[in-house]
């Protein structure tokens, strides 16, 4: 079966970083955008970043831009992201998501849950 | 950013009722490429959520075909002939035409 799994989330005081993990099986890592998604009670679902097939275009929601870097290993099949300088408003439930074109979303990891306190 | 409104936010449905949601986007969703990028999930409980169907109109594979989408421009629907107990959870549209943004949601639940 194909599969997302994120890890990586928990709590942390503001100013302070974490680095999720979405490690992914069953299909060709290489041949997709990946995306990262998050989800809080008071925003819904959020885009937060997105990058292509070899690492060379990334894509951020400004809320979290010169704050989070996405990347990835496709030698490794896993999409990371580095958030650093937390905000409270950082809290969310925060997905990977594979992106087959044009932010199709066909599959998603189970979420990794960021507490920012 | 497009703001995609769904309505009702609340729709409870009796059993083997059909059930219709209304997304509506801000701007046409209509690509420079002709085609036009919105998208149905549904999250149930704890889980992630599920894409249902795909560029306005096109079920994922294992979607029933109780579930059907339809619209053009700024105006969207999805559509379940005969709600089923499985069918209880948020609904939500997604356009990837440009920056990427979700409905608010819909809570569709069994009276």
């Known amino acids: 079966e194909v599969q997302l799994v994120e890890s990586g989330g928990g709590l942390v005081q503001p100013g302070g970083s974490l680095r999720l993990s979405c490690a992914v099986s069953?299909?060709?890592?290489?041949?997709?955008?990946m995306t990262w998604v998050r989800q809080t009670p008071g925003k819904g679902l959020e885009f937060v970043a997105n990058?292509?097939?070899?690492?060379?275009?990334?894509n951020y929601v400004d809320s979290v831009k010169g704050r989070f870097t996405i990347s990835r290993d496709n030698a490794r099949n896993s999409l990371f992201l580095q958030m650093n300088s937390l905000r409270a408003e950082d809290t969310a439930v925060y997905f990977c998501?594979?992106?087959?074109?044009?932010?199709?979303?066909?599959?998603w990891g189970q979420g990794t849950v960021v507490t920012v306190s | 950013d497009v703001v995609l409104t769904q309505s009702p936010l609340s729709l409870p449905v009796t059993l083997g009722q059909p059930a219709s949601i209304s997304c509506r986007s801000s701007q046409s969703l209509v690509h420079s490429n002709g085609n036009t990028y919105l998208n149905w999930f549904r999250q149930r409980p704890g889980q992630s959520p599920r894409r249902l169907i795909y560029m306005v109109s096109n079920r994922d594979s294992g979607v029933p075909d109780r579930f059907s989408g339809s619209g053009s421009g700024t105006d969207f629907t999805l559509n379940i002939t005969r709600v089923e107990a499985d069918d209880v959870g948020l609904y939500y549209c997604m356009q990837g035409t440009h920056w990427p943004t979700f409905g608010q949601g819909t809570k569709l639940e069994i009276k």
């Open positions: 069953r299909f060709t890592f290489s041949n997709y955008w």
């Open positions: 998501a594979r992106d087959p074109g044009s932010s199709a979303f066909d599959l």
């Open positions: 990058i292509d097939r070899d690492g060379s275009v990334k």
